[in-house]
């Protein structure tokens, strides 16, 4: 597993335990070298390669899109190609930050992509080199995940909103884009499912239901017993670097007709993430 000290990766690590028969994280296997990921992977053989790293400062690759490709598009290309000559499976992790908004229904998997960002279009050309390797493949998009541990230094959305709270700063957060969230451990949960389930191509998985950012953080709030006021901004207000889609809620209907449960209501899975923080 390449990306394991990331939220998700972490939360990986603790469900499948002895399973695991390689994990690091970019110190141990930085996934641009590819044939250091080659020799990781030849000398582990494993049966399912799973791709946790990502590039994921959105607003940071408007300025760095040399990197945001090299993390996001060349990165999963060389775990794919050395999945294939391994003939494991390789699982990917993507985004909804593909689709451009401009649904008002939950996206789906067949639902043409169109990313707005460098952020969106660097993982976009990573699924596309996943598809292109050969081997088979399991691609997972997700959307605004939290959870524990994570590489950023302020943590995740949520982690961030309690830190500006009890620090007294100012919270301003986008009003106008709505997005699923995701619990690391429910996805991590999900993903060994879907893998048990022999399940290959193109899946969405996201707690159930939606909210803005706004709304999210005026949870994370009242869950956590903070007084702190949020005010809602429009996108063009907050004017961030990076345009992002003003609706990206994922269907979760293909991985649900496998017969695989539906992740937990967000505002369930907020609350334990929060109980453990």
Request: with cysteine; glycine share 8%.
């Amino acid at each position: 597993m390449a990306g394991s000290a990331g939220q998700l990766g972490r939360a990986l690590v603790e469900r499948l335990g002895s399973r695991v028969v390689w994990a690091g994280g970019r110190d141990a296997l930085d996934v641009r070298d590819e044939a250091a990921v080659r020799a990781r992977v030849a000398d582990a053989r494993p049966d399912v390669v799973v791709n946790a790293t990502a590039y994921n400062m959105v607003d940071r690759a408007e300025a760095e899109p040399d990197e945001a490709m090299a993390v996001n598009e060349a990165g999963p290309r060389h775990l794919a190609v050395a999945a294939a000559e391994a003939r494991a499976v390789l699982v990917h992790v993507s985004t909804n930050y593909v689709f451009d908004g401009g649904l008002r229904r939950p996206y789906t998997e067949d639902d043409a992509v169109r990313p707005l960002s460098v952020y969106g279009r660097s993982k976009r050309a990573g699924e596309i080199a996943v598809m292109s390797a050969g081997g088979p493949n399991l691609i997972v998009r997700t959307s605004a995940l939290f959870g524990q541990g994570g590489n950023q230094a302020r943590g995740n959305f949520v982690d961030r909103i309690l830190e500006g709270a009890r620090s007294g700063v100012p919270l301003r957060v986008v009003n106008d884009q709505e997005v699923s969230t995701t619990y690391a451990p429910d996805l991590a949960a999900a993903l060994v499912a879907l893998v048990e389930a022999d399940c290959r191509g193109i899946f969405h998985v996201v707690n159930e239901g939606s909210c803005t950012w706004h709304a999210l953080a005026v949870e994370a709030l009242r869950q956590a017993g903070l007084p702190a006021k949020v005010q809602a901004l429009t996108s063009e207000e907050l004017a961030a670097p990076a345009r992002r889609p003003r609706y990206s809620v994922l269907s979760t209907e293909r991985y649900r007709s496998r017969g695989l449960p539906p992740l937990r209501e967000w505002r369930a899975a907020l609350a334990e993430h929060l109980a453990n923080v």
